[in-house]
């Protein structure tokens, strides 16, 4: 199944779906997000009507539940011009699995098709979608980071290295590489508490090649993947972190705006 | 064979404490997985996804024509000179073959690897007829003398360390005591021999028949699959009804992606076109080949949603590919097909009530859909599965559950009054031990807990300076 046509979001104004988890528990990543998006000259605006994309009952099967969610977003969203999103599984949710969702119910699924034709993942929007390779970013402080890739955002998506094109341009950033950087940390949502024994042998393998690797810390850029692996780390006491990429690149913006 | 798919988590648990199978896997997998990529891709990417592609395609043109397919082989098998037949169930393939071994005055059988016969329990069959069945697959033959069943579709017993596998020889073939792996082949190989020229009926399964030539297909890299086929004066193939292709120039598209997945081999040491029994002036090969076609639940898979299931070849790259599989092995899952394939196969061969927990033993990475050879969807198809599980009320226990937060998201109020809620709660209950079923993610990780405030708090704020400072 492709994924629906886009088309340029160059001098929209963007509608920000901050996602669940950044709304309760990550809103500086959001507002990272934000500071990002209007240092690039992008009109930004935050739909209050938003909660959640729907995944969580999605991908346990319960898609009654899931449609239900997925209609208050695409309320939320009716007027959007083009939405961002800072996770590439909520992004994948919304532009891969909407339209399927609603197959059956044509006035939603039409809505669903638009919305699916309007959305960007974050590091996406700013690359392929603005066009935007060099943010004029500088870090306070050299520092070697290396990417986790987020599987839907890498396979659904299929984002390729847009992550790291941003990050790359970074002054003071060195990017180093993680071995099976795109080798699943064992979030999987529901699955990290239905099977929590798998997910954590997994984190652990994860966690294995982000200690062996050469970066103080890694990027990633779903905090649901992050909330996983730092959640390992922590528990393992570990001095490293994961930390989602517009967090590491609106660092480079406040030095910037700064000098 | 037994079913306990339902006991995936307890299953895994051990799979997960057992450093030894841990390390065996995760090593061979791993492995398997690096000689693929640059087997299928040393061309260039373009390449190796178009032969992808190209394979589907083949797989995909045979399942849509799959009644008349199978009709022109049997036809063309038999003009070939194979007695074709039919089986539509376990038991029933079981007592053809029986009855094949019966009417040749078979007693010795040596065997060609086959994961149809370990779906349908032969082996259990033929020794309770009291005939003897050798395995000659080398992994095959170790976990038979260890009695347990394979662990992946190519890769038998990657489940076990060289030195479990020494531990077994010396215990049960009384092996001198070596850590050479080489030495071992080569002990094995000395005591199969004479299995081999022993047996009067060699059993094995098929990678493919080819309806245009009336062919079977088998791929190997030991040779044994060739002795058998070829030494005793009885072969007996079990095929399932799936492995029908149309033609040789498939054959040819379809061959190279299966070793090249499986292996990472261009082309498998011994590549088997079998086009019927021995025939008049040749002086070898088996006077009798039968064919028998088994169902076994496959027609039933065919009339669904999920009858792309059926393209797969067989080639076990989602296997190697699947981080849970990497970490639990292929005895967690309880039937003949362990990781993401066989999340897939079991609920829908054994049932969806014998095999709940299956759809649920993935993080939707998307890993298998990305190297299987054949581009089956099966991230698609856990997700379909699991939504039967709900439907069907096999396992709907989150139903009360979602339908709450459903509720809650549908509202932005609610869910403003609800994050709320949980930053209260968080502040008597802490976030070491957090309740519920979200118990289970603090036993193995720390959770950072709800910001104090939430980024729509903070976006408010930040409108009302904003209008502060331009009063429009």
């Known amino acids: ?259 | 064979m037994h079913n306990d798919a339902r006991n995936f988590v307890a299953l895994s648990d051990v799979a997960i404490a057992d450093a030894d199978l841990r390390s065996a896997v995760a090593l061979a997998t791993t492995r398997a997985y690096d000689k693929r990529m640059v087997a299928l891709f040393e061309h260039s990417p373009a390449y190796g996804e178009a032969i992808r592609q190209q394979a589907a395609e083949a797989k995909r043109r045979a399942l849509r024509n799959l009644p008349d397919l199978l009709e022109k082989a049997e036809s063309s098998l038999t003009a070939n000179g194979f007695h074709v037949s039919w089986a539509i169930d376990a038991a029933e393939a079981r007592q053809r073959v029986l009855d094949i071994i019966r009417q040749h005055q078979g007693r010795l059988i040596s065997k060609s690897k086959s994961m149809l016969t370990e779906e349908i329990g032969l082996n259990a069959a033929l020794e309770a007829a009291d005939l003897q069945v050798i395995e000659t697959d080398l992994g095959e033959f170790i976990i038979q003398l260890n009695n347990e069943p394979p662990s992946h579709i190519i890769a038998p017993v990657i489940h076990k360390t060289k030195a479990q596998i020494r531990d077994i020889f010396v215990r049960e073939l009384n092996m001198t005591p070596t850590d050479d792996a080489g030495e071992m082949v080569a002990f094995a190989r000395q005591t199969l021999r004479e299995y081999f020229v022993g047996a009067d009926v060699g059993i094995s399964g098929a990678n493919f028949i080819i309806a245009e030539t009336g062919s079977l297909c088998l791929v190997m890299n030991e040779g044994n699959g060739r002795m058998c086929t070829s030494l005793p004066n009885v072969h007996i193939a079990l095929v399932g009804i799936e492995k029908v292709i149309e033609t040789l120039e498939d054959y040819a598209t379809l061959d190279q992606v299966l070793t090249r997945s499986g292996t990472g081999q261009k082309l498998t040491v011994y590549t088997n076109i079998i086009n019927g029994p021995r025939r008049g002036g040749e002086s070898d090969g088996p006077e009798h080949v039968h064919v028998i076609f088994v169902d076994n639940g496959r027609s039933d898979v065919y009339a669904t949603k999920y009858a792309e299931a059926l393209a797969c070849i067989r080639c076990g790259a989602c296997q190697n590919a699947c981080p849970v599989y990497r970490n639990v092995g292929g005895h967690s899952y309880g039937w003949v097909y362990g990781g993401p394939i066989g999340a897939v196969l079991t609920p829908l061969l054994e049932g969806l009530e014998n095999a709940a927990p299956l759809p649920h033993a993935s993080s939707l990475c998307g890993s298998c859909k990305q190297v299987c050879p054949v581009d089956i969807d099966l991230p698609r198809m856990l997700l379909d599965l699991r939504a039967d599980l709900v439907d069907e009320k096999v396992d709907n226990r989150w139903q009360m559950g979602l339908k709450g937060w459903a509720l809650t998201m549908q509202s932005p109020m609610r869910y403003e009054l609800g994050a709320q809620a949980a930053r209260l709660g968080q502040r008597v209950v802490g976030t070491d031990n957090l309740p519920g079923v979200l118990g289970n993610w603090t036993k193995y990780r720390d959770f950072p807990g709800f910001a104090p405030k939430s980024f729509r708090q903070m976006w408010r704020e930040r409108e009302r300076s904003h209008r502060k400072e331009q009063p429009s």
């Open chain 1, 1 to 259: 199944m492709g994924l629906p046509e886009r088309e340029s979001p160059v001098g929209k104004r963007v509608s920000l779906f901050v996602t669940c988890m950044v709304d309760m528990i990550y809103p500086n990543t959001g507002m990272s997000v934000v500071r990002l998006l209007e240092a690039a000259g992008v009109e930004v605006d935050f739909p209050m009507g938003q909660t959640c994309c729907g995944q969580p009952a999605f991908n346990s099967g319960y898609r009654d539940e899931a449609r239900t969610v997925a209609r208050q977003f695409l309320r939320a969203f009716a007027n959007a011009e083009v939405i961002v999103i800072p996770s590439g599984s909520c992004a994948a949710m919304v532009r891969h699995e909407y339209p399927t969702l609603f197959s059956d119910e044509p006035e939603w699924h039409e809505r669903a098709v638009r919305a699916a034709s309007i959305t960007w993942e974050f590091t996406e929007f700013m690359v392929e979608g603005l066009g935007l390779a060099e943010l004029g970013l500088k870090l306070p402080t050299p520092r070697k980071y290396a990417v986790h890739d987020a599987c839907h955002g890498l396979r659904i998506l299929g984002l390729g290295k847009s992550g790291r094109v941003l990050l790359d341009a970074v002054e003071n950033l060195d990017l180093v590489s993680l071995k099976d950087a795109d080798v699943c940390c064992g979030f999987g949502g529901l699955f990290s508490v239905k099977m929590p024994a798998v997910s954590d042998a997994m984190l652990g393998e994860k966690i294995a090649c982000i200690e062996a690797c050469e970066a103080d810390d890694i990027v990633t850029g779903d905090v649901s993947c992050l909330t996983q692996m730092n959640g390992g780390l922590s528990r393992r006491k570990s001095a490293k972190r994961v930390r989602h990429v517009a967090d590491v690149l609106a660092e480079g913006l406040q030095e910037t705006t700064d000098a």
